[in-house]
């Protein structure tokens, strides 16, 4: 069992930047693909950001595309992502989610952090 503990979300204003890292244990992380999922108010989950288990491929939504960069540290069993240029719609809970398989699917994610507010302000 991975237990997956979200941390760095915040206020910040339109144009900043935030760092949100998901710190797991419990499990083999380097076994594990690690993804970034978002939620906004009244909409539904969206895919965000993946990173395969050794960090060799990268895949990300095209709203976000050249503004956030997903990493993972496998000695210290912590995915981050780097979020530029933040905008208002980037407003939401951001979680990380960890699967045995590469994807984009939330469905397919078998662990899930409890999730960090990240607000972005005009």
């Known amino acids: 069992q991975v237990q997956l503990v979200e941390s760095g979300g915040g206020p910040v204003q339109a144009g900043g930047s935030l760092r949100l890292a998901c710190a797991a244990s419990?499990?083999?992380?380097?076994?594990?693909?690690m993804g970034w999922f978002r939620q906004a108010p009244g909409k539904e989950r969206e895919f965000v950001a993946v990173?395969?288990?050794?960090?060799?491929?990268?895949s990300y939504a095209d709203s976000v595309k050249g503004r956030f960069t997903i990493s993972r540290d496998n000695a210290k069993n912590t995915v981050y992502l780097q979020m530029n240029n933040l905008k208002p719609e980037d407003t939401a809970v951001y979680y990380c989610?960890?699967?045995?398989?590469?994807?984009?699917?939330?469905?397919?994610?078998?662990?899930w952090g409890q999730g960090t507010q990240v607000t972005v302000s005009s």
């Open positions: 989610a960890a699967d045995r398989l590469y994807g984009t699917k939330g469905s397919r994610y078998d662990y």
């Open positions: 419990g499990g083999t992380f380097s076994s594990y693909t």
């Open positions: 990173i395969s288990r050794i960090g060799g491929s990268t």
